[in-house]
């Protein structure tokens, strides 16, 4: 099986700094890449996806996430964090040759403060 | 307005008591698949399904059947819930059943907490 890892599990900021929320995947072949966000009492929501071409992404919010294959990663990264980013992130992974499973982090609970 | 709806959204049972959540999306979605959440462990993949009448097992399974006899519904079926069942539970679709594009994504439902007692 794949497995993702989210290395921050608790991260704790200060209203303007920067974020990066580190994702790593086991899988060795093709993969989508997604970060969802899910904002407390809410349901998952897609923050950005990666399926191939530009490695850098950019998604809602001001969001952005960087493939580097060599190193199985995802790092998701924003440069100037507001309050109303405090949530869960969850980094997901669905590698095509196994069907369409779906792989999640265990996440990273992010808090800024004000 | 596009949308997953899971009901029930709370519920308490007690062990052995058989139980459904339903699933339904309103977006003609070919993939659908649901999830736990469980402190630590974020979400697990249960079960998916990427057509009518086609499911496959997903991460965690065991103690939990699916079925999938129209493409808008893919209920959750508990036979003999056990406490160790107690989670968070997501639906979720998406529009294509064998393989993502750039354009697709998962939508999710509200969930569902379980309490098993």
């Known amino acids: 099986a794949q497995s993702v890892s989210q290395h921050n599990h608790h991260v704790i900021l200060s209203e303007a700094a920067s974020l990066e929320l580190g994702c790593n995947y086991s899988y060795g072949g093709t993969v989508n890449l997604f970060w969802y966000v899910q904002y407390p009492g809410q349901h998952l929501q897609l923050l950005l996806k990666y399926f191939s071409g530009d490695p850098l992404v950019k998604g809602i919010k001001g969001f952005e996430a960087e493939f580097i294959k060599s190193k199985f990663s995802f790092n998701l990264r924003k440069p100037s964090v507001q309050w109303s980013d405090t949530a869960e992130y969850f980094c997901?992974?669905?590698?095509?040759?196994?069907?369409?499973?779906?792989?999640f982090g265990t996440g990273t609970s992010l808090t800024v403060i004000p | 307005e596009a949308q997953v709806t899971q009901n029930p959204r709370y519920l308490i049972t007690v062990t052995g008591k058989k139980l459904t959540v339903t699933c339904s999306q309103n977006?003609?979605?070919?993939?659908m698949s649901w999830y736990r959440q469980d402190p630590g462990l974020g979400l697990r993949q249960i079960y998916y399904s990427m057509n009518v009448e086609v499911t496959d097992k997903g991460d965690v399974p065991e103690g939990y059947k699916v079925s999938r006899k129209e493409k808008r519904n893919f209920p959750l079926i508990l036979e003999s819930p056990s406490p160790n069942q107690t989670s968070l539970y997501f639906c979720?679709?998406?529009?294509?059943?064998?393989?993502?594009?750039?354009?697709?994504?998962?939508?999710f439902g509200p969930g569902t907490r379980l309490t098993v007692l």
């Open positions: 997901a992974v669905n590698a095509w040759n196994t069907g369409n499973q779906f792989y």
């Open positions: 977006m003609n979605h070919e993939y």
């Open positions: 979720a679709s998406s529009f294509f059943g064998t393989t993502f594009d750039s354009t697709d994504t998962q939508y």
